[in-house]
């Protein structure tokens, strides 16, 4: 059996100031997006972007990922708790992110976009659907490194005991997501963009992947104590990538 390393969610004490490790690998996500977006700007012409759209899609993106990914969280998950304290809902810092919820913020911070460009919505979301993957591996990373959202007990020979729960050897589904959900879906939407696609369809496929390696994942991965199972014994991210991979069928057929 292997043991969390119980490393440090702190990586940096600067005096009164301190760097946290999810804070890092949100770095590297946002470093990573724009670093892509300016290798798909040269290499897919038919995409017709340019650098300053890719700035535009950075600052709204960012905005949306955590203004909707902490507001997803509060609505999605722990709203009895946000409503008796309302003043926790800007304490990013302790933790608490909806990947639905902040998928939803990104959603609408493009439409913003597509209005002010005057193009269509779904050429923006092909356009940064494949930078999208590698953020999410970093953000499981994060997650891990927290020792936070954990797995569900198991007897397989990786399981791992996370000290900080109990001596229960678990799935690290942090780990599971950041591949699944991360590296593979990153490697196949960007093979899959590097010819020119109907548009919509490299969204649909985000979409339809994402949803069903969540939906399975989730499986391994320990509902949250304060929600538990839901109907037909479902997580609640369970729930939420339902109506995505659904999305991403209809989208598939349409385009």
């Known amino acids: 059996m292997l043991i969390h390393p119980q490393i440090d969610p702190v990586a940096l004490n600067l005096g009164p100031f ?35 759209m890719l700035d535009d899609a950075f600052f709204y993106g960012a905005i949306g990922v ?5 507001l997803g969280y509060v609505l999605f998950y722990q709203l009895q708790y946000y409503l008796q304290e309302p003043d926790e809902i800007i304490a990013l810092w302790k933790g ?13 911070a493009m439409v913003l976009l597509a209005k002010k460009y005057k193009i269509s919505l779904l050429s923006i979301l092909d356009f940064i659907a494949p930078l999208v993957p590698l953020g999410l591996a970093f953000g499981r990373i994060g997650n891990f490194i927290n ?17 900080n729960v109990d001596d229960i050897p678990r799935h690290p589904s942090q780990l599971y997501e ?36 969540r939906f399975l ?10 929600l538990g199972l ?25 385009n």
């Open 96 to 108: 608490g992110m909806s990947f639905h919820g902040g998928f939803l913020g990104v959603v609408i």
């Open 18 to 52: 301190q760097i946290h490790w999810y804070g890092i690998m949100y770095l590297f996500a946002f470093i990573g997006f724009l670093q892509l977006g300016k290798v798909q700007i040269r290499t897919r012409p038919w995409l017709s972007w340019n650098e300053k």
């Open 217 to 226: 994942i989730e499986y391994t991965r320990e509902p949250d104590s304060f």
């Open 178 to 213: 950041s591949f699944f959900e991360g590296l593979v879906l990153f490697v196949v939407l960007w093979v899959y963009s590097k010819q020119k696609r109907g548009k919509g369809q490299i969204a649909a496929l985000f979409l339809i992947l994402y949803g069903t390696f």
């Open 230 to 254: 839901l109907i037909f014994n479902l997580s609640m991210g369970q729930w939420l990538s339902i109506p995505m991979f659904l999305a991403g069928i209809y989208l598939f057929k349409k």
């Open 147 to 163: 020792a936070e959202l954990w797995g569900r007990p198991t007897q397989i020979f990786w399981g791992m005991i996370f000290p």
């Open 66 to 70: 955590i203004a909707g990914g902490r």
